[in-house]
């Protein structure tokens, strides 16, 4: 008889970098044999396919339990799961599941508040963090994990590392101006700087845009004003989005720009997937100094770390002119991509997490 395992993520609908993670999960258990379900009134089978590149043989939609269902009827519900696999979003349950997973996406303090009557709740339960930036900040809340790297699709690393290139600088993440955002802004500002020397380059800014954030996009098309050299790409088709990766030389990331990261480590980059894609495919990554980017960007190696936009200019503008180094900084970030964030890397630590 097929083993079973679940995910609740009060999230699911964002469609972000850590909802693909912890599906991704979930493949690796359909791959090992168990029935896969997702707690979810809608069936999103085709949006995680076409979004996330995931294709379940068959990813079972449940009734939402967890949100007008007595305590009872979720703990008869969760005792049939082998595995429960779950988002918090501050608040937590004691699940009856043999086995049990909070995954930890975001290091804010406020989601980790473990006092007596939550401890108990999580007594049966393991905690996997994204990064070792995550799992640092709720080691200081005492909340004990392990880390669980996602991995970067395999298109990206099938991208020819000597394709000719143009003068275009990516930059991928949704546009939302709350959480960890992307400070589009400011990135804007400096490529506005940069275009004073560099007419020749182009900006494209892509990512998903919904529609409580439609404001945040017209805020940052009257920034570009009449400026052809700024490209703004939302929701683009993963297809376009390969393309991108391919012709484009450098990626810029300002996640955390202006952040203090000690009051603050929930509103800097947690881990930088997108930056890792980039790696992946070529592209040379220019990514603001702080979180989970100071553990994937070992700085002049396989990528740039800056502090401020003089030093990000002052970066790029050397690169510019040293081809060998361009060279270089390629090959290391797809070896490094290649070697930490692969499928079979990211299969090897699912399954033996589950084990435990």
């Not at 988002?87 to 043999?98: E, L, M, N, Q, R």
């Amino acid at each position: 008889m097929k083993k079973n395992a679940a995910l609740y993520d009060p999230y699911l609908d964002i469609m972000g970098g850590g909802e693909k993670h912890i599906l991704s999960i979930l493949k690796v258990l359909e791959d090992q044999g168990y029935n896969v379900s997702v707690f979810w009134n809608d069936n999103l089978t085709n949006e995680i396919q076409n979004k996330f590149k995931l294709n379940f043989e068959k990813l079972f939609f449940l009734p939402n339990i967890f949100t007008k269902t007595s305590p009872i009827n979720k703990i008869k519900t969760l005792k049939r799961f082998d595995m429960f696999f779950y988002v918090t979003d501050g608040s937590y349950f004691f699940s009856p599941a043999k086995k049990n997973y909070i995954f930890c996406m975001v290091p804010d303090k406020n989601l980790y508040k473990m006092n007596t009557i939550n401890k108990l709740k999580t007594i049966n339960s393991h905690f996997i963090s994204n990064s070792r930036y995550t799992q640092q900040w709720l080691a200081k809340w005492n909340v004990k994990s392990d880390v669980v790297y996602p991995y970067a699709n395999e298109e990206f690393f099938n991208l020819n590392l000597d394709s000719p290139r143009e003068k275009i600088i990516l930059s991928v993440g949704r546009f939302f101006p709350h959480l960890h955002a992307k400070k589009h802004d400011i990135l804007i500002k400096t490529f506005l700087e940069f275009q004073k020397n560099n007419s020749d380059f182009t900006l494209v800014l892509a990512g998903g845009v919904k529609e409580e954030d439609k404001h945040y996009f017209e805020d940052l098309n009257k920034i570009i004003g009449s400026n052809k050299n700024i490209i703004l790409r939302p929701n683009i088709p993963y297809p376009e989005l390969l393309k991108l990766y391919k012709k484009a030389m450098f990626f810029w990331h300002f996640t955390g720009f202006g952040i203090n990261e000690a009051l603050n480590p929930e509103m800097v980059e947690h881990l930088g997937m997108t930056p890792i894609e980039a790696m992946a495919s070529g592209v040379i990554p220019f990514c603001f100094n702080a979180g989970g980017l100071k553990e994937i960007i070992q700085n002049n190696n396989n990528g740039f770390l800056f502090s401020t936009q003089k030093q990000l200019l002052e970066q790029i503008n050397l690169v510019l002119t040293n081809v060998a180094l361009q060279k270089t900084i390629q090959k290391n970030g797809r070896e490094y991509a290649q070697r930490i964030f692969n499928y079979q890397e990211f299969k090897k630590n699912v399954i033996k997490l589950v084990s435990i």
